[in-house]
């Protein structure tokens, strides 16, 4: 090689790696022997030297690093830029602030024309080759719902096989499902201790009607319910507790699914009852509890007071001081004196529900029993059904059996058997020797008495004006 070509070709690398640079001829700063008295333009070629072997030894570094690795590293950014850098020399570079393309990472997979394939002879390419099918699969992973992360698959090169893909795409589709299932959850129901915005909403009413003062947080939660404490305003001039529960069902369906049967079978309801609208039973649920407090509290059986009933919201009076709860008959420890008066009062609530309210608590227990100012209040009658209801004596004796447990383990030598009880609260007579006989017996009188309700035609009702409902 000649020393003129050998010049030449330095001289193009050099006009690549270093532009030209306004008001300086690059070459003639090059060449040796070159005098000058003026200051800047010595420093400006003394920069650009040290610019040209600064850039050298980046690009040395690059390549040493890089090497034969598919995924290369880049030090364009860390590159020496000259103040006085023409540029309109600088097409070929990549402006890393106005652009999103990498010049360094893989391009997207390409497309197959509409005629399905590409090229001639034995290197022909159809759009079933592996390869574009697998890149191909990875481009369409974008179009997966935005809460399903997929990650770069393009920029590093990836291919997916079909099976891979439909796996992915199936995930993406049932975790779209799941995260709309949870959102609208979250919309129309309850939590464990909060509330939803329409039950907010309705709370806020109360507020500003001046039916509740303040509502100052939870005190309970339970299955179907959560109860909140509140202090009490007025109502159509008509002071309201001072202290208040508000208990509110939740407005999920999963506790209500196996709890038609104390509806559809009660005569108050059995004509509104109907399964093609289930929230609707959950208000028929509060308004039951309603109506059965309202009985009790008419023949003298401490109940809480209720105030109002909005829907699926019940605010009644506290059972409690202080916004301290009154504890549940289990957790209270009572004297041996106490427990047997305790014992007998529920006696004469069962009889007073039985006899004067034609009622059946359905769910009486030591859990369903406040102990407050030295006697026992009922709560939770949402279950209570008529005397009436096909399966009301198997609930009572059920009752009977709940009851009469309790206070023998608590000591009450009084206590009677389940039997024992269930004849002095229902006054049937019952006298049969064991537990199933005694439980066929209760199945032939209720039989009996549902035939005998079929043919007189006769359901009870009750009147909606005797509560203050207002919806």
């Not at 022997?33 to 600064?54: I, K, N, P, V, W």
């Not at 309109?88 to 399905?116: A, C, F, L, M, N």
């Not at 059920?398 to 609260?425: H, I, W, Y």
């Amino acid at each position: 090689m000649s020393e003129e070509l050998a010049k030449e070709l330095q001289q193009q690398e050099d006009d690549v790696t270093f532009p030209r640079i306004i008001g300086i001829d690059a070459a003639a700063l090059k060449e040796e022997g070159t005098a000058t008295s003026s200051d800047l333009l010595l420093a400006q070629m003394l920069q650009m030297e040290f610019d040209r072997e600064y850039d050298a030894q980046l690009r040395r570094e690059e390549n040493k690093l890089n090497g034969d690795s598919k995924v290369s590293i880049s030090y364009e950014n860390y590159r020496m830029v000259h103040p006085f850098e023409d540029s309109e020399s600088s097409e070929d570079e990549v402006d890393w602030q106005d652009t999103r393309h990498d010049p360094y990472g893989p391009d997207k997979p390409s497309t197959i024309p509409r005629r399905g394939f590409v090229g001639k002879g034995k290197e022909i390419t159809t759009k079933h080759d592996e390869v574009m099918c697998g890149r191909r699969n990875t481009a369409r992973m974008e179009n997966f719902a935005p809460e399903f992360q997929v990650g770069d698959g393009i920029g590093m090169d990836l291919k997916l096989s079909n099976r891979v893909f439909n796996a992915l795409k199936q995930h993406s589709y049932s975790e779209q499902r799941r995260s709309a299932k949870v959102h609208e959850k979250k919309e129309h129901s309850t939590s464990d201790q909060a509330v939803d915005a329409k039950t907010r909403l309705l709370l806020y009413k109360m507020v500003n009607a001046g039916i509740l003062e303040s509502i100052n947080g939870c005190i309970s939660t339970g299955k179907e319910s959560v109860v909140l404490h509140a202090n009490g305003g007025s109502i159509n001039e008509k002071m309201v507790p001072t202290e208040c529960a508000i208990k509110v069902f939740k407005t999920t369906l999963n506790e209500f699914k196996n709890r038609d049967k104390y509806i559809k079978d009660d005569y108050r309801f059995k004509d509104r009852f109907s399964k093609l609208y289930p929230r609707k039973i959950i208000h028929m649920w509060v308004e039951k509890e309603m109506h059965n407090l309202t009985r009790m509290q008419k023949v003298g059986i401490p109940c809480p007071e209720v105030v109002i009933l909005k829907k699926h919201i019940l605010v009644m009076s506290f059972i409690g001081q202080d916004h301290v709860p009154a504890p549940k008959l289990k957790d209270v420890k009572l004297s041996t004196d106490d427990m047997k008066r305790a014992y007998y009062q529920v006696l004469h609530m069962m009889q007073q529900l039985y006899t004067e309210c034609k009622l059946v608590h359905a769910d009486l227990s030591a859990y369903n029993m406040l102990w407050h100012m030295g006697k026992v209040w009922l709560i939770d009658v949402s279950q209570s059904v008529e005397l009436t209801h096909p399966h009301g004596l198997e609930f009572l004796f059920r009752d009977c059996q709940n009851v009469s447990r309790f206070f023998q383990k608590s000591g009450v030598a009084d206590a009677m058997g389940e039997r024992e009880l269930f004849n002095a609260v229902s006054g049937l007579g019952i006298t049969a020797d064991n537990e199933v006989d005694f439980v066929a017996e209760i199945e032939a009188l209720e039989k009996m008495n549902e035939d005998h309700v079929q043919r007189r035609g006769k359901h009870r009702t009750i009147s909606y004006d005797e509560s203050p409902t207002d919806d």
